[in-house]
């Protein structure tokens, strides 16, 4: 890497071209708004906006001595708050953090599930066999393309965690009740799908991000089907924006939008009241990355007896959970710098509404509320449950 401000191949321009509009870095006004809501800014040695001050001023060798740069959780609050519309989280900070790998100046945690990821295709390190072991026992069968051979209308990318994380294969069984109870045609890829790739590029590990993102377009051009639905919103940001720059092009939706086109359909098997004030959690990689905000809203409105409230930080504002872009995999190294996690403040904020419930839809929530609902103090009563899960909650009889 040439750090040289003015060179040729300078780390200023290879940010510029690497990243769609990454060229508007040049427009910062150096106002700090992106430092100011980041939701680890106080603890980072140089804050977004200083970034691109040393950028500016060639000085960056000093942003890559330091290790803060891995408290970003790739949240994209900052990029949705710059008023210069900067692309900041795919740009300059997931170039930083391939800097930074390259500099082997990397969390151990981090490092290895990125190891797990090239050797398994996924970053927990399981068995690619073991992929659809949730779905055994399951009726009506679920389909595994690789095994059916025949055309579906929907193919369900299901994703690392929903696959092999026991409290999210929960979960996916209770949104395979709720695709079956509509009648909807889907298969899933089982042994034959990888990790979408997207915390993993988010990370700093775009290499790695194409390898699997290549993996998974063979597997999609191997079998027909209409359209693609996953319930992992960092799936569905990887596969609508990123894949097609990799001519991989498909048409996907996130779950909570492909029910709540079925809203009609959908009302009439809720029949029992849940009877709970719910708030809901916007997942960074659903709201702000994709602005999908009221489809998760408008099916929790559809539970009969359920009251739906609001969060202080809610749609756009929402507050990250810290798992997304790799945060996942840098708990331990988080803790270590902040002693507290950003779990712990979203489950004081569901507390402070009187819910009795919080709701999520993406798989890296459940877990990680959970875990904080343990931790925060006057929590303890407070449930932690996925849309799909609170769904067949309202249909069983
Ligand atoms: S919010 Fe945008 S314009 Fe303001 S300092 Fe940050 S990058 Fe620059
Ligand atoms: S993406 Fe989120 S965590 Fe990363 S620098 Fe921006 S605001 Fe901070």
Known sequence: MTTDGAGEHSFYDQVLESTPNGERLRLCLQCGDCSGICPFGYLMIHPPSRMIAHLRADRFEKVLDTDTVWMCVSCYACTAVCPAQIPLTPGLMARTKEELILAGNVPAELQSALENSQRYGNPLGESPRKRADWATGIVPEVKILGKVRKKVDVMWFVGDY?????????ITKALTKVLNALGVDFGILGPEESSDGDSQRLAGERGLFEMLAEKNGMAFNKYEFNEIITTDPHAYNAIKNEYPGLDISFPIRHYTEFLADRLDQLKPLLKRDVKAKVTYHDPCYLGRANEIYDQPRAILQAIPGLELVEMSHNHKNSLCCGGGGGGMWLDGFQWEKAHVRLSEWRVSEALATGAEI?????????????????????????????????????MDN
């Open 162 to 170: 929903p696959s092999y994380h026991p409290r999210v294969q929960l």
């Open 358 to 394: 919080l709701a999520v839809a993406c798989p890296y929530e459940s877990p990680r509320f959970e875990d904080a609902a343990k931790t925060v103090q006057g929590a303890g009563q407070l449930k932690v449950r996925d849309i799909a899960e609170l769904l067949v909650e309202a």
